[in-house]
C-alpha cells in the first residue's frame, strides 16, 4: 500500500487554507494550523477583495508589478470556483473608477499612459476570459469633467478613469472556503494552535520536518508550507531564512457596512498614495476606507509591532474620521453612512517587502513585484503578498508538492 504523504500548512487564511484543499485533493494527509479559534479570523476575510489586474500599481510603471499579479487576478474566479464547488459570488457589479488625487505620486499623464499600456497587457491575455467579468475586450476611458465633477470634488481630484477591475465580497468566499475546509476529510484543522518553529535534521530542509506549537511537537512531516502572513518571517527564522529585502508590517482598519436600503454609490478607489476607497458589493453591503485614519500600527522587526486596538470611543471617532475623509473626495459616500444599518470596523495585517511611506514616489511599497513561493528542500514559505493571487499560488505549491 502507498503511504499517503504528511503536509503542514502553517495559518488557515485564504493562502493556507486554497493550498491545504488543493494538497489533500491532490491526495495528501494535511494539519492545517492557526492560533486563531476559527480559519480566516484576519486579513483574508476584512479586505476589500479587490481581484487586481495591476491599476493601482501605476506607481511600477515598469509594468513588472502588473505582470507579477495578473495571472493571480485573472486566475482567481476558476480557482476559488473549484475550491468550493460553486459559482462564485459577492462580485461589484460595475467597473472601478479611478480618481487621481491632487496629492499623487504618480501624475495624471503617468497614470494615463500607465492604464493604456495595462490596458494592452490584460486584453491580449489568453487568460482574460477568465476574470470575474470578460476583460479581454475591456475598455479603460477617461472620464470627461461633467462626469468626474458628478463624483468626485475637483478640489481634491485631477482626473479619473473607468477601469475593468472588480472586487469580490471576502466575507462571503470566507464562509464557503471554512465550508469546503470543514468537507474534506483529508484536512485535519488544528485550530487555536499557535505554531513557534520548525525544526529539521538536515540544514539544507530535505528531510522530513517537525512543527513545534505551543502544544508539543508534531510530526515527520513530508513537506511544510508557512503560509502565516504576518507571523511568517519568524517561524522563517527558526530553519535559518531570512528576507533580504527590507520589509514592514502595517495594521489596518476599514468599515464593512449594510445599509437599509439600496444605495447608488460607485466603487471608486483615490489613487496613488494614501487616500480611500469604496466598494459596492450589491447596493448594500460597502467597503469604505481611508487609509491613514485605519492605519494602527507600522513595523519593520522580524515580529509585527503591538496594535493599540481602539476602544469603543475611538472606534467611533476613527468611523467619523474616515467617512469625514473620504467624504471630502467623493461626497456621495456620506449616503452610505446616512443608511448604514450595521457598521464593521476590522481590518488585518499587510506585510509587504518594500519600506517607506505611500505618499511618497520614492518608497518601494508601490512595487509589489516581490511576492510568491520560496522553497528551501521540503519547506516552503509564501509571502502571499496579494489576497487576489492567493488560490493561484496555492495551486503552484500544490502542483510542486504532487509532481514528487
Ligand atoms: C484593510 C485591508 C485591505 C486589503 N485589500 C486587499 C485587496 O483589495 N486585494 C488584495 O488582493 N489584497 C488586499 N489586502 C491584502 C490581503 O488581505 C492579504 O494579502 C491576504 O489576505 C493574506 O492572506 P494570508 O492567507 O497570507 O494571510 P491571513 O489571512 O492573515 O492568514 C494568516 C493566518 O495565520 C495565522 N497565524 C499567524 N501567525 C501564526 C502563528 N505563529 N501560529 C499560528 N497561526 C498564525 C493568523 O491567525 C491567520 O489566520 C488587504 C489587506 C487589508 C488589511
Known amino acids: 500500500m502507498v503511504k499517503r504523504r504528511r503536509i503542514a500548512v502553517l495559518g488557515a487564511g485564504i493562502m493556507g487554507s486554497a493550498t491545504a484543499l488543493f494538497v489533500a485533493r491532490d491526495g495528501a494527509e494535511v494539519v492545517l494550523y492557526d492560533a486563531a479559534a476559527e480559519p480566516f ?28 499579479i495578473l495571472p493571480g487576478g485573472l486566475a482567481f474566479r476558476p ?29 495624471l499623464d503617468s497614470a494615463r499612459t500607465y492604464f493604456e499600456s495595462l490596458g494592452n497587457l490584460i486584453r491580449s491575455h489568453p487568460a482574460a476570459a ?25 478640489e481634491f481630484v485631477t482626473g479619473g478613469f473607468t477601469v475593468p477591475e472588480r472586487s469580490v465580497s471576502t466575507r462571503w468566499v470566507a464562509d464557503r472556503l471554512v465550508a469546503a475546509l ?7 484543522l488544528r485550530t487555536s494552535t499557535r505554531v513557534l518553529g520548525v525544526r529539521s535534521d538536515d540544514p539544507s530542509l530535505r528531510g522530513r520536518l517537525v512543527v513545534i506549537t505551543d502544544s508539543g511537537e508534531d510530526g515527520p512531516f513530508d513537506h511544510v508550507v508557512n503560509a502565516l502572513w504576518e507571523g ?64 494602527l500600527a507600522v513595523g519593520t522587526d522580524l515580529d509585527p509591532p503591538p496594535v493599540p486596538l481602539p476602544n469603543p470611543t475611538e472606534r467611533d471617532e476613527i468611523i467619523g474620521e474616515v467617512f469625514a475623509q473620504l467624504g471630502q473626495v467623493i461626497p456621495s459616500v456620506g449616503e452610505i453612512f446616512e443608511h448604514a444599518e450595521e457598521v464593521r470596523l476590522e481590518g488585518g495585517w499587510v506585510y509587504a517587502v518594500g519600506s517607506g511611506d505611500l505618499g511618497d514616489p520614492e518608497s518601494t511599497l508601490h512595487r509589489r513585484d516581490r511576492i510568491g513561493i520560496k522553497r528551501t528542500g521540503s519547506y516552503f514559505s509564501v509571502d502571499t503578498g496579494k489576497y487576489s ?11 510542486s508538492i504532487s509532481r514528487e
Open 41 to 68: 479570523t484576519g486579513a483574508s476575510r476584512w479586505n476589500e477583495g479587490k481581484i487586481h489586474l495591476g491599476f493601482l500599481y501605476a506607481g511600477d510603471p515598469s509594468l513588472r508589478t502588473a505582470r507579477r
Open 79 to 107: 480557482l476559488v470556483e473549484e475550491l468550493i464547488g460553486d459559482r462564485l459570488e459577492g462580485i461589484t457589479e460595475t467597473e472601478d473608477l479611478v480618481l487621481m488625487h491632487r496629492e499623487s505620486v504618480v501624475s
Open 130 to 154: 477568465d476574470y470575474l467579468v470578460d476583460v479581454s475586450n475591456a475598455p479603460m476611458r477617461e472620464l470627461a469633467p461633467t462626469e468626474l465633477e458628478a463624483v468626485a470634488d475637483p
Open 182 to 188: 470543514s468537507a474534506e476529510p483529508g484536512i485535519e
Open 232 to 295: 511568517r518571517p519568524r517561524i522563517d527564522s527558526t530553519v535559518g531564512i531570512t528576507q533580504k529585502d527590507e520589509w514592514s508590517y502595517r495594521y489596518r482598519l476599514a468599515l464593512f457596512i449594510r445599509t437599509g436600503r439600496p444605495v447608488d454609490v460607485p466603487s471608486a478607489v483615490v489613487c496613488t498614495g494614501p487616500f480611500g476607497d469604496i466598494k459596492n458589493y450589491n447596493g448594500r453591503d460597502f467597503y469604505v476606507s481611508w487609509y491613514p485614519t485605519g492605519l
Open 389 to 399: 493571487i492567493a488560490p493561484w499560488l496555492a495551486r503552484r505549491v500544490a502542483d
